[in-house]
């Protein structure tokens, strides 16, 4: 069988970027292998699918509508597959159909929410950063509200909450262009209604993609790619831009401080999307994160000028000082580790290789204690997603447990769900969920266990 391409001259539609144009439920899927039967639950993953035509020398990567996959587990078997389209206004106005209610004014912003999915409070969410709210999602992905978090969302949210172990809050941190220079920190307690905000004021607006959280501090990327109101003004669809003038820093806010308790480290220039881990030791606050080198400069569909490598700073809020070393130099993205050790020292990470065009490639397990990297290369036939892992039953270690991630099979032009043993991801996968259709690559997902 020979590999399937699919050409664009944008990269973000191309192969297994290219958006797919069904949306399809297929029940009783073909397993090989044995699912543990302790995995009830769903496997949702969010990314952008266009519905649609697009410009294909403009469309930016981050801005096509959202997509939601879903694969049901329960008691060894694959109940089903689903892919929905998160029906927010702009969706509807390309696919036809009743917007879903909201609980905001009409003038309210809505867009694509397109780039994770959580459950949290015993609702689904599939949830956006730069200004939108969250979209609540039924259990078979079916859109129900835009949602403002019970009346307590004071505007926006973000893609990357962080929850906290211990007490199950999410931390978040929302940006919205119209509000200047300024974010907010949000805390969402168990209830699901946000207990605390605090406005954050900064020099610029920056895109503020995720934070990270320690026992006791909130990490504030405050990085050099920053919204543009000329290029706004002039119709530029995304305009977040590199400037070189913009001092690069991590702010230390602590967790019930307010803005003005931040200690600002200067860094050096880079961007950061997405932390695996930070955690205090002693006076510093040690954090991992993918570097970017510079991002949205001269490329202006997507995040590649230059490799996205794992680095390590210290931060030492007292000196208001960083140092840095790399980790795994292997161009990754999609970070994640074992969640019941957000914000604590901890041993593995779990991430997605990335090579031409952000194709997701290779399986990839760091010891970051001492820079061991364990990859699973399956090219050319798969690519793997975003790795989520979840903890086994009666966990005994940190890796005891199951790495989840989909991947797209190059010779069958279809995808899998694969659930690999995290303590053996170069074996072969525990069990794999046979889907008869294509998963674009795309953002983030999570493991949602029933009830959650
Ligand atoms: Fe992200």
């Not at 069904?22 to 029940?27: G, H, L, N, R």
């Not at 694969?71 to 929905?84: E, K, S, T, V």
């Not at 569909?301 to 390590?312: C, F, I, K």
Request: proline share 8%.
């Amino acid at each position: 069988m020979s590999t399937i391409e699919r050409h664009s001259s944008n990269p973000y539609l191309s192969n297994n970027l290219a958006p797919v144009h069904e949306e399809v439920t297929v029940t009783n899927l073909r397993v090989t292998g044995h699912i543990p039967t302790e995995l009830s639950g769903r496997y949702l993953r969010n990314g952008p699918n266009p519905a649609g035509s697009v410009d294909e020398n403009t469309h930016h990567w981050f801005l096509g509508h959202g997509m939601v996959h879903g694969i049901r587990l329960d008691d060894g078997r694959a109940m089903w597959y689903r892919n929905r389209w998160v029906r927010t206004n702009d969706v509807c106005k390309v696919l036809g159909g009743t917007p879903p209610p909201s609980d905001w004014p009409k003038d309210h912003p809505t867009f694509s929410a397109n780039t994770n999915v959580i459950g949290h409070a015993g609702h689904t969410f599939a949830i956006v950063e730069g200004g939108g709210p969250p979209v609540e999602l039924g259990y078979e992905l079916d859109t129900v509200r835009v949602s403002n978090l019970h009346g307590t969302l004071p505007h926006s949210f973000s893609a990357h909450p962080k929850r906290d172990p211990k007490t199950g809050d999410l931390h978040v941190m929302a940006y919205y262009w119209a509000w200047g220079n300024q974010v907010q920190y949000l805390v969402v307690g168990v209830d699901g209604r946000v207990r605390r905000h605090v406005d954050i004021p900064l020099p610029g607006g920056p895109m503020l993609h995720d934070l990270a959280i320690t026992e006791h501090y909130v990490l504030v990327f405050d990085l050099p790619c920053v919204f543009n109101l000329d290029a706004a003004m002039n119709g530029v669809s995304f305009p977040y831009f590199w400037n070189n003038d913009y001092e690069a820093r991590i702010g230390l806010l602590p967790r019930e401080g307010q803005a003005t308790d931040i200690k600002w480290i200067p860094v050096d220039p880079c961007y950061i999307f997405h932390p695996m881990n930070a955690y205090e030791d002693g006076d510093e606050v040690v954090l991992d994160a993918v570097r970017h080198p510079k991002v949205f400069d001269r490329d202006r569909r997507g995040p590649n000028e230059g490799s996205p490598v794992l680095t390590r700073w210290w931060l030492d809020g007292k000196r208001g000082t960083a140092r840095s070393s790399i980790v795994n130099d292997r161009p990754q993205e999609f970070p994640r580790i074992n969640e019941e050790l957000t914000g604590r020292r901890y041993r593995f990470g779990y991430s997605s290789g990335i090579g031409t065009g952000f194709a997701q490639d290779t399986l990839m397990k760091t010891d970051v204690d001492n820079g061991f990297v364990q990859s699973r290369v399956d090219q050319p036939r798969y690519g793997y997603g975003e790795p989520v892992f979840v903890s086994r039953e009666g966990a005994k270690s940190e890796d005891d447990g199951y790495v989840i991630t989909l991947r797209h099979d190059t010779q069958s032009d279809t995808s899998d769900l694969a659930i690999f043993d995290a303590q053996a991801i170069t074996e072969d996968p525990v069990a794999v969920v046979h889907l008869p259709v294509r998963v674009p690559n795309g953002f983030h997902g999570n493991w949602i266990p029933d009830g959650n």
